[in-house]
């Protein structure tokens, strides 16, 4: 089906162009703003200057924040990948109604609002003494990523074949042995995309982290948030154009990648 | 054997997820003045229903503007040619995996009051002082449909994806003409992806924080805002767990109701029957 190449379909082209430049051109402002020499957010009217960049190298708050985000998003993937891979084949192999409440236990962080877990984790994390600690962090983080990994996992089980699973068991294979042997190396895409939701969704979490730390965590969010909250300050556009640069580059990495795995026409 | 794994995950979400959640929604029936008080208080006092009507009104018409938004881009996005979508995907991905907070502060950038906007307006000579773009409810719901159109555009255009096009060419070849191909054949095959997508966005507007909060400045404040107000300001937990009980509610309601009619495969990526 193509759009037919008549004034009406040329005007939703158009329109359909402007929603998708509408999408994208704010975040490349924030390139020229991160190059200004002020001290406010502006436009560099003549000399170029980096010291926005060299705020986010040696300021603490900024590098501090960077590698604390950095660590727990790292601990998060790890522990999210293996609970939520190992309960996906779980599920997937048992199966049946009895899964049902299960699925829709763990599933539940992501339809929960964020600030009701974020009140809740809080009220909680008080009374265990997990208050401000990156431990803290690390267990909520943890609990959203693991649906996160489920669902990419469970999509890639739904297209793998039963019966490569009943033929290993049949020949002596431990479930350990059949999950390290045929059913992880079938499903190794879900898995590592999986790992990349979990990694991103806690490297960017920032309502949690406002309820469950105060003065010892500090994350990357965090710092944004109060740079933002109390004056704005350009060394935001420093990092914001680093990481609409790495997200740039990443996607554009997967579309190749997408499109020489599909079949050739 | 298979029990051992998915006991991990079942034991942290019980103990460490469902049971504080469940705290919180105890919380709203016993701390303060009990819950009558509570829920009381959430019915009648005045800054709440001020706060709730800014909430609904927001959440409608950002939901709104995005599925309209994301049904034209999805549409043309299926029927144009695979360099173009190429281009296309690439300025919707990008901002799909951008952190929030980067994207509200370009909306900052953009629109404040030195801003390129304001810049442009004054340049044309349309307005000699700067407009005030931001911390408003234009802002807001500036900022949040820009963040929610990904969310909208991909589960449309997955669905789309689905529709043969031999059925738009049989209703066109029996004379039906184009708008009436598309509003009798595309469109009703269409619905499940549209509601999966207005389920998506409306629970994520509903429930929004970090846009509101920084676009809004304050002078917008939404829901999620307002129970982190309540809280940060020493108010008891009685009043803020309630409200987060009732937005919690909502949520699932709108989940349990129109999640029925969605299209969750398509959305989910997994396989088609």
Not at chain 2, 151 to 177: E, H, N, T, V, W
Not at chain 2, 200 to 218: D, M, R
Not at chain 2, 227 to 232: D, E, H, K, N, P
């Amino acid at each position: 089906m193509r759009l037919p190449k008549s004034i009406p379909g040329n005007i939703l082209r158009g329109l359909a162009w402007a929603g998708v430049l509408f999408l994208i051109a704010p975040l490349l402002v924030v390139i020229p703003v991160s190059f200004t020499p002020e001290r406010y957010l502006s436009f560099p009217s003549e000399a170029l200057s980096l010291r926005h960049y060299e705020t986010l190298l040696f300021d603490r708050r900024w590098s501090g924040g960077i590698l604390t985000s950095l660590l727990i998003a790292s601990v998060t993937t790890v522990l999210s990948v293996v609970i939520g891979t190992l309960c996906a084949v779980g599920m997937w192999r048992i199966g049946g109604r009895r899964m049902q409440l299960l699925r829709l236990m763990v599933l539940a962080p992501l339809i929960v609002p964020s600030i009701v877990h974020a009140l809740a984790f809080y009220k909680s994390w008080i009374d265990l003494g997990w208050l401000d600690t990156v431990w803290g962090v690390i267990v909520a983080h943890t609990t959203i990523c693991v649906p996160l990994v489920m669902i990419t996992v469970s999509a890639a089980l739904s297209g793998f074949d039963h019966r490569l699973e009943y033929a290993a068991r049949s020949l002596g294979a431990r479930p350990l042995t059949v999950l390290r042997r045929i059913i992880l190396p079938n499903i190794l895409p879900g898995v590592v995309s999986g790992g990349i939701f979990a990694f991103i969704t806690s490297w960017d979490e920032i309502i949690v982290i406002l309820f469950i730390t105060a003065r010892k965590v500090r994350t990357l969010p965090q710092t944004i948030w109060s740079s933002i909250m109390e004056r704005v300050d350009p060394a935001v556009a420093a990092i914001s154009t680093v990481m609409v640069a790495a997200t740039l580059a990443a996607v554009i990495i997967k579309l190749t990648l997408a499109k020489r795995a599909a079949p050739q026409p | 054997m298979y029990v051992l794994f998915v006991l991990p995950a079942a034991l942290l979400l019980f103990f460490l997820y469902l049971l504080p959640l469940a705290r919180i929604l105890m919380i709203s029936a016993t701390d303060g003045q009990g819950f009558v008080a509570n829920y009381g208080a959430v019915l009648t006092s005045a800054p709440i229903h001020r706060m709730v009507w800014t909430t609904v009104e927001i959440c409608a018409i950002t939901t709104l503007a995005t599925l309209l938004i994301s049904y034209l881009i999805a549409y043309v996005l299926v029927q144009v040619s695979e360099r173009t979508r190429m281009w296309m995907m690439l300025c919707i991905l990008v901002p799909l995996w951008v952190s929030v907070l980067v994207r509200a502060f370009a909306w900052i950038a953009v629109l404040n009051n030195s801003g390129p906007v304001n810049g442009l307006l004054q340049w044309t000579g349309l307005t000699d002082e700067p407009v005030q773009l931001v911390r408003n409810q234009f802002g807001v719901m500036l900022g949040m449909v820009h963040y929610m159109l990904p969310f909208g555009i991909l589960p449309l255009y997955a669905a789309m994806k689905g529709i043969d096009p031999k059925l738009i060419s049989a209703a066109r070849a029996l004379g039906a003409r184009p708008f009436t191909a598309f509003r009798r054949v595309f469109l009703p095959l269409s619905l499940p992806g549209l509601y999966s997508a207005f389920v998506i966005v409306f629970i994520f507007s509903l429930g929004f924080y970090v846009t509101p909060a920084i676009l809004g400045g304050g002078r917008i404040v939404m829901i999620a805002e307002y129970i982190a107000l309540l809280i940060s300001q020493g108010y008891d937990w009685g009043i803020a767990a309630a409200l987060a009980t009732m937005l919690l509610s909502v949520v699932l309601a709108v989940v349990f109701i129109a999640g029925r009619f969605a299209d969750w495969d398509s959305v989910l990526g997994g396989s088609r029957r």
